[in-house]
């Protein structure tokens, strides 16, 4: 019997049983997930067709969801949309809510699983994200801190709690950022939870819910620092992390463990973590790195003993991490719900433990050493997100090389120009020998003079990017030969990849292409094939064991 069908059947049973019995045990995501942006695929609609309706939008989604939720590689969605979205108005407001492509999503997901009674129940994931998308009735309540960094000084009041950041790798543009401590924007982002969870906590798709609240424009542990944003030319050049410094300096005088610390933001996840495990009940709570915190100091930071391997080079960033994750899989810890922790930023060119900090490596690493326990609040899942669509970005996400290459990577011929700021303009003479088609050399490109001017042959195909990448997620378990790469003992629970990847697949279901496995054998298979291959191997590995197919 497979775990869905288990799953329905305890369920079955536990609606029968008396009202005293035992509170059943919380849903846990498994399989594969298609990640929807919700406001990213609004603005694509709204561009592409400036006087679309709210009605042709819903319909938009409505379809989307179908194709998705259709899709038998898809296990259900995953959906990022941001607060202000959610909650355009104040909660005294006659309408502070707009559930509308929620509604639509669970909707869709329950239709489906009507219509096929006997196949795996399709679920939900919730990622709504705060930080830069915190709704503008609540900033304008939040005093402003950027006399601080202005010269001279402007000293703001003690009360202040919102900071303007410009140029931040996630989103870009110049916003303002709530601070995670602000009383204001803490009790907000809670008041909201709380309405979230009122309707759907006992949906029975609604099976994860990602923490957030101390962080900008995902729900990854990533704030604006010197390594993913520039310095602050509205502040005189002034950096990230000096911005902070003196955040910190005026927010906690008088304690020492919060200066040129990441004390603060990782005390904040820490109650972030609580509130969740408070306002929700019977799912799972997803915990997600990011290698984002600001590096405020070169020492005088401690890396949990059981995380040490996740930190081969030890920062304050890695250290502030790993110390949020020790602190979530407490047993004691996230109420009655299950645990995930997740990667967001999976690619084929990222390697393993031995080079960079946490990655899908350190998410592996926590699965692996909780897979022993058996309680839901002691065993941590382990989930990743590919970094991009494998489709619309093939050899960003895919290539086996970084691409574009870094400035120390490339090669002689390969100069950038500084008005270069999209993939298409790159040089051809920059594409690495990784990313070519089999057959192709650096050389063939000769007569190309940038990337959108080379043939898509001479590429990597999307299916191919998606092999390497797998490859990189199922390395270490024990179905890693499917993929190429090395059996091991880690479980994994569940992975997310974007919707145009499942919509590329569903078009391409009868146009397979040539694939090079790791051992250099060159095989004829589909994107589709890959996914419900993938999705089939990632179900034998799940947890807990007592729900994997037999």
């Not at 405020?296 to 949990?304: C, E, K, M, N, Q």
């Not at 059996?487 to 090079?516: C, K, R, S, W």
């Amino acid at each position: 019997m497979g775990c869905w069908a288990r799953r329905r059947l305890v369920l079955s049973l536990l609606a029968l049983a008396p009202p005293l019995m035992a509170q059943p045990a919380p849903r846990r995501p498994q399989g594969i997930y298609a990640v929807v942006n919700i406001e990213e695929n609004i603005n694509k609609q709204q561009a592409a067709n400036p006087s679309i309706t709210p009605a042709e939008l819903k319909a938009y989604f409505v379809n989307l969801y179908q194709d998705l939720l259709g899709n038998p590689a898809v296990s259900g969605l995953a959906l990022w949309v941001n607060w202000e979205a959610l909650n355009p108005n104040p909660p005294a407001a006659a309408n502070p809510y707009d559930w509308t492509y929620l509604d639509d999503a669970f909707n869709q997901a329950s239709a489906q699983n009507v219509r096929n009674p006997t196949t795996a129940p399709k679920t939900v994931q919730l990622v709504p994200l705060p930080g830069f998308q915190t709704p503008q009735w609540l900033l304008a309540q939040i005093p402003s801190c950027d006399g601080l960094f202005r010269t001279p000084v402007q000293t703001p009041p003690r009360t202040c709690g919102k900071a303007t950041f410009a140029g931040f790798v996630e989103g870009r543009g110049v916003r303002e950022l709530p601070m995670p401590w602000n009383p204001l924007y803490k009790s907000a982002w809670r008041n909201f939870l709380v309405a979230l969870a009122a309707r759907y906590q006992s949906n029975p798709a609604f099976v994860s819910i990602s923490v957030a609240g101390p962080t900008a424009s995902s729900e990854e542990m990533i704030l604006p620092d010197n390594a993913n944003t520039p310095a602050q030319q509205q502040f005189g050049g002034l950096l990230p992390n000096a911005m902070w410094l003196r955040l910190l300096a005026l927010h906690f005088p008088g304690r020492p463990a919060y200066q040129r610390s990441d004390q603060a933001f990782i005390d904040e996840w820490k109650a972030a973590i609580d509130m969740y495990g408070q306002i929700f009940s019977g799912v799972t709570l997803v915990a997600t790195t990011g290698a984002g915190l600001p590096n405020l100091a070169a020492r005088g930071f401690t890396v949990p003993s059981d995380f040490t391997a996740a930190c081969p080079h030890p920062t304050m960033d890695c250290a502030a991490e790993t110390t949020i994750l020790s602190y979530f899989g407490k047993p004691a810890v996230g109420g009655a719900n299950a645990k995930a922790a997740q990667e967001d930023g999976m690619e084929a060119s990222r390697v393993s433990l031995g080079r960079f900090n946490l990655g899908v490596d350190g998410i592996k690493l926590v699965s692996r050493s909780t897979a022993q326990f058996r309680a839901p609040a002691a065993q941590v899942l382990g989930g990743a997100q590919f970094n991009s669509s494998f489709t619309n970005f093939t050899l960003t996400e895919g290539c086996t090389s970084k691409f574009p290459p870094r400035p120390t990577d490339r090669p002689p011929a390969c100069s950038i120009p500084s008005t270069c700021t999209t993939q298409p303009c790159i040089p051809a003479a920059c594409i690495p020998q990784a990313c070519l088609a089999p057959g192709v050399t650096r050389a063939d490109l000769a007569s190309f003079s940038v990337l959108r001017d080379v043939p898509k042959k001479d590429l990597i195909s999307p299916e191919q990017a998606e092999y390497n990448v797998l490859k990189i997620y199922f390395d270490g378990t024990a179905v890693a030969s499917s993929f190429g790469g090395t059996p091991g003992a880690t479980p994994l629970n569940y992975l997310q990849i974007y919707a145009p990847d499942f919509l590329y697949a569903a078009m391409h279901v009868h146009a397979p292409a040539q694939v090079v496995e790791t051992g250099g054998t060159s095989v004829s298979i589909s994107a589709q094939d890959l996914l419900n291959l993938a999705r089939q191997k990632l179900l034998e590995i799940c947890e807990p064991a007592s729900l994997r197919p037999e």
